[in-house]
Structure formats: C-alpha cells, structure tokens
C-alpha cells in the first residue's frame, strides 16, 4: 500500500473521517491535573516495506501546522544538554522565565515517575489534524502530589524509550512549560504545545523581544499574574508594556518590587507603580504607588510622581509634603503645596511662596512677593511671572452607593489653578468622566465651564460642574472618604453625586490654552 494525503481527525479518542476540525472537550480531574505530553505516531506501508515513526506532537504541530524549524543540537547531545540550549534562546527575550524552566528540567527526573502499560487518554490537545496512518497517544501525565514519596510526572516507558534525544527533550520541556501554565489557569495544552516547539525552534533567535511579548507572552490564556517578565532588575505585567517604533520600552506598569538605574540614580520598584521612558530607555514619568525618594538639588525627595528631563533631572514633580525648600536666584526659598516643576538645571522653575518674601525679577528689579503666590522662575531663579498656572493629582473614584462603577473608570483630576494667561486649561483628553477643584485653591462653591471632556458623566461640550467646598488634597489621602457632594450640568440639567476617591498619581501638566 502506497501513502496517502487523507487525514483524519483524533477528537475525545474517537477517529472520525472526515475533513472537519471539531473541538475536543476540556479534562476534567479529581486529583489529576487533567493534562499530559501526547506524541504523534505514524505506522505507513510503502511498497517497499512499512515504517514507524514516532514524534512529540509538539513538535510536529510546530513544523507541519506553524512552519517552525526544531533544532536542538546534534543528535549526540543528551535531553538535558538540548534542553539548556532551546532555553538560551529563550534566556534572550525572558531571563526569569528561562532561569524557572532550567531549573525545573535539572530536577525532572527526581519528580518522575515511569510506568508501564497505558494511561487513561486525557485528550487536552484542542485541535489536531492527522494524517491517515497516524494516530495521537499520550505519554505523560501530571499530578498533584499529596504524600512525599509521590511523583508529580508520570511517563509510560515504553513509549520513552522509542523517542529520539530531540523528543525526549522537548516532552521535558512540554511538561515543566505546562505545569506553569495549568497554575495559571490554562484548560488545555495548546498554549504549551506551542511554547514547547518555539524555544526549540532557530526562529526564536530572530524573534524581537516586542514580538515575543505581543504575539507570544500577552496571547497565553493564563492569569496576568502567569504574564509577568522582567526586563533589567525590575519585574513587569507584559500586558501593560508599550513600545516605541525602535522596539525600545515605552510604559509599563510594575508586577512587583525590583530596581531601576537612570542616569546614576537607582530607584527601587514597587507592584503596580506605572512608568514611562524615553526611546534611550531613561525614565521619562515614575507614578508610584507608595512614596519614591528622588534627588532635587541636592535633597532627596519623597514624591508620588515625578516627570523626569532626558538629563535625569526632574522636570516636575509632585510630593507628599506640602512644604519644601528649594535654591533661587535670591538663595533658599520655602514654597507650599504640592506641584513644583524644574528647569534642566536643577533650578526650580514653578511654585507657590510659603512666606511674603523680597525675590529678585528677571529684569534686576525687587519685588514683594505675598504668602502663597504663585511664581514662574527663569533658569538663573528669578522669577519671570506670578500668578496661576498649574495642576495637581489624578483621582480614582466611584458613586458611593455602588463601588462595581470604579471598574469603569471614572475618575477625578484635582486642580490648583484652572486658568493659565487667562486662558482654561485642558488637562486632559483621554475618557475623563469628572473633574474636581482641589479645596486648597477652591475655597468656596465655585462653577467652571470644563471644555472637550469625553464620555461619561459630562457629555456635553460646555457641561459645568460644582464642588462643595470640603474637598481635600489627594495627598492627605490614606483611606477612601467622603469629599462631598459634586454637581454637573449636562443640557440644562442638574445632577448631584456623593462620591467617593482613592488617590492614585499626578497627571501630565499642559500648558497649552485650547483652541
């Protein structure tokens, strides 16, 4: 009998022939993990004799169905050996990653189990087409351990002892990747099926490390908590990264502690602090979610965001303290609230004056400045103008009667100063729901016409909003509270709110009048 270009089709054990893909049901368990490694095997008469071949199926999915090229070494090399290999390619894009598997593969013998005759057929391998010929079986399976002497991996010896090194090495790999992923929450194979032949693959080498977390990291179905990579000292979740065009790191939001070096400084990490960076990779904006130190002329600084300049000075930044001293023109100054930005110098290039004060003008002249005044500086600290002109912190917030509305996002930026060369602001573009004037500024009940905010609670263009006056800074902010009653027109009608906020981070300051 000659081959043939039928396929057929292996779904929940059953051969159907047939050209139709159907899907195979999910495993269920007790205490099997409900998965296990399957080989693809072939038994063909040629007319010169029949031949048996016998493949991870890993591997020839990859090949046949992804075009992916297996290369793990010479022949001579033992499953091991191939093993450290694949996971060099992989050590390139995912350090972490490739360390947890190597680690696991040293010690995958002492956590296996060989056993004779078959194992009950757990068909977790989705879809599959097969070749007239061939069929699908399965050598390995996973289990919870529960006494000491148990053995999380069991193979059947048999079929272990038909497989090549090249084989032998990728049902390691194929075992340890899926235990990972089941942890993760993965219901089938798929996924390690897939991972198994692309770190055993040569085009894994020319992978970029953007396409390896796009198309590769973000596409597992695994919880986030499985997605996480590092990248340096500092560890990331891969979906929350962005990147430039030269396939720099553009934001990411953290997973968890680590350390970041820019420009000298080194900045510890903290889970779910959320950074920019430049395209050189410096640190353009650190929003952390508990206290960061930073350097500003010479003082180290505790502040919950900071905009960094390409230097690694601090362009602005924005503090828990609301009372700080910085260098001028004039010497030390002491200036009140929260914002403050700098020039690349190091010069303090906006705030607002603690105490009246005599301070020296751009043009020589001496002016008295009074109490809380806010003042523009020039790169030498003499101050160029006064008056207005900047914005606090970003919060999150949600109807008090039902918390469920955070998850869509509405949110409330704080204020100090809404006119700019007395021009509005806009703060803003993307999906604001609400906004709020801080109390430090906004002493009384006071209405603004907020201009081009999108969605939400404001959809009209000149919506007004009103706020009690009992609103406090974010950051005195530990616990949820209560800030009072806001109102906001839409279309001539007045709506009332209780809400309730959480601080996050300090929004970008834009310092462009709207059109």
């Known amino acids: 009998m000659t081959k043939t270009n039928g396929f057929i089709i292996a779904i929940l054990g059953i051969w159907v022939v047939s050209c139709t893909v159907l899907p195979a049901a999910q495993a269920g368990g007790g205490d099997i993990v409900g998965n296990g490694g399957n080989l693809y095997i072939c038994e063909i008469e040629y007319e010169n004799g029949a031949r048996r071949t016998v493949e991870l199926l890993d591997f020839y999915e990859g090949r046949e169905m992804r075009g992916l090229t297996i290369d793990l070494g010479p022949a001579v090399l033992d499953p091991i050996a191939k093993i450290q290999l694949a996971l060099t390619r992989l050590h390139r894009l995912d350090p972490e990653r490739a360390e947890r598997f190597l680690k696991r593969a040293e010690g995958f013998f002492d956590d296996l189990l060989f056993v004779k005759g078959s194992l009950t057929q757990i068909p977790d391998y989705g879809y599959i087409v097969v070749e007239y010929g061939c069929s699908i079986e399965q050598i390995a399976r996973q289990r919870q351990r529960q006494y000491s002497e148990d053995r999380t991996f069991w193979i059947r010896k048999e079929l272990w002892d038909s497989l090549d090194n090249n084989s032998k090495a990728g049902l390691i790999l194929h075992e340890i990747i899926y235990e990972e992923l089941i942890k993760g929450g993965a219901e089938n194979s798929i996924d390690a099926r897939y991972l198994t032949a692309l770190v055993s693959s040569k085009e894994l080498e020319s992978r970029s490390f953007p396409d390896y977390v796009e198309n590769t990291l973000n596409k597992l179905r695994v919880d986030e908590e499985y997605q996480q990579i590092r990248i340096g000292d500092a560890r990331y ?200 004037i801080d109390s430090g500024t906004c002493r009384t009940t006071r209405e603004f016409t907020l201009l081009n905010v999108n969605g939400g609670l404001f959809s009209a263009k000149d919506a007004k909003l009103e706020i009690s006056d009992n609103l406090i800074r974010g950051a005195d902010l530990e616990e949820d509270y209560y800030p009072g009653n806001f109102a906001y027109w839409t279309d001539g009608k007045k709506t009332e709110v209780q809400l309730v906020c959480r601080a996050t981070y300090a929004q970008e300051k834009i310092y462009s009048p709207l059109n």
């Open 237 to 436: 979740y891969s979906k929350s990264l962005d990147f430039y065009s030269n396939g720099k790191l553009a934001r990411a939001t953290a997973s968890g502690s680590g350390w970041i070096e820019s420009h000298g400084q080194v900045f510890g990490v903290g889970a779910n602090d959320v950074l920019s960076f430049y395209k050189d990779g410096a640190i353009r904006r650190w929003s952390p979610v508990n206290a960061m130190h930073v350097q500003v002329n010479g003082r180290q600084i505790s502040a919950q965001d900071v905009l960094f300049y390409e230097n690694g000075t601090v362009n602005e930044i924005f503090t828990f303290a609301i009372e700080q001293t910085f260098s001028t023109f004039d010497g030390e100054i002491q200036f009140s609230w929260n914002s403050f930005s700098f020039w690349p110098n190091g010069m303090i290039q906006s705030g607002r004056l603690l105490w009246k004060s005599e301070l020296t003008q751009a043009d020589g002249s001496r002016i008295s400045v009074p109490t809380l005044k806010g003042l523009l500086f020039d790169e030498s600290g003499k101050i160029v103008k006064t008056g207005p002109f900047n914005v606090a912190g970003k919060w999150v917030c949600f109807d008090h009667t039902d918390e469920s509305s955070a998850k869509t996002g509405v949110r409330v930026i704080t204020i100090h100063n809404v006119a700019y060369n007395g021009e509005l602001i806009e703060v803003e573009r993307n999906s604001l729901q609400l906004f709020a």
